[in-house]
């Protein structure tokens, strides 16, 4: 079975790119920029921003030079945006189960981690029609009156 490179390889690529602070003759990341802001290598990530375009989370214009390829002024999408957490995702229940991976991912603590794991459990058994259900009243609660 295929490794999973979402957390690993793609959402690194595409929050350098969000990251990106666009100066002028370079209003987009190039690909060469990516390995010193990620760590990856340059092949996994020409490999990973060919899926990203084709899925549409990033545009930018290619550059062939025989088998090597150079992406130049990558932009987020729409997409690419809500994926990278720049903007807010259109599922708050995706939003809520991502947030809960990332915090697994991050912690420390064991303990915490067994009792994230058990909220994420919850929530996924819960269920998407119900936990959008209670996250959008608790959102209508916080609006100002």
């Known amino acids: 079975m295929p490794e999973p490179t979402w957390t690993r390889?793609?959402?690194?690529?595409?929050?350098?790119?969000?990251?990106?602070?666009?100066?002028?003759?370079?209003?987009?990341?190039?690909?060469?920029?990516?390995p010193d802001e990620t760590g990856l290598e340059y092949g996994e990530i020409t490999t990973a921003l060919r899926r990203l375009e084709a899925a549409g989370y990033v545009t930018g214009q290619r550059l062939t030079?025989?088998?090597?390829?150079?992406?130049?002024?990558?932009?987020?999408?729409?997409?690419?945006?809500?994926?990278?957490?720049?903007?807010?995702?259109?599922?708050?229940f995706e939003d809520l189960v991502r947030v809960l991976e990332e915090h697994i991912a991050k912690e420390p603590d064991e303990e915490k981690v067994g009792r994230l794991r058990r909220l994420l459990s919850a929530v996924r058994?819960?269920?998407?029609?119900?936990?959008?259900g209670v996250l959008t009243e608790v959102f209508t609660r916080q609006l100002p009156r």
């Open 125 to 132: 058994d819960v269920g998407r029609d119900l936990g959008v």
């Open 65 to 92: 030079k025989g088998a090597d390829v150079t992406f130049v002024g990558l932009q987020l999408t729409e997409k690419g945006l809500r994926a990278s957490g720049v903007w807010p995702s259109d599922d708050p």
């Open 9 to 34: 390889v793609e959402a690194p690529i595409l929050a350098a790119i969000a990251d990106f602070k666009p100066r002028v003759g370079k209003p987009g990341m190039w690909s060469t920029d990516i």
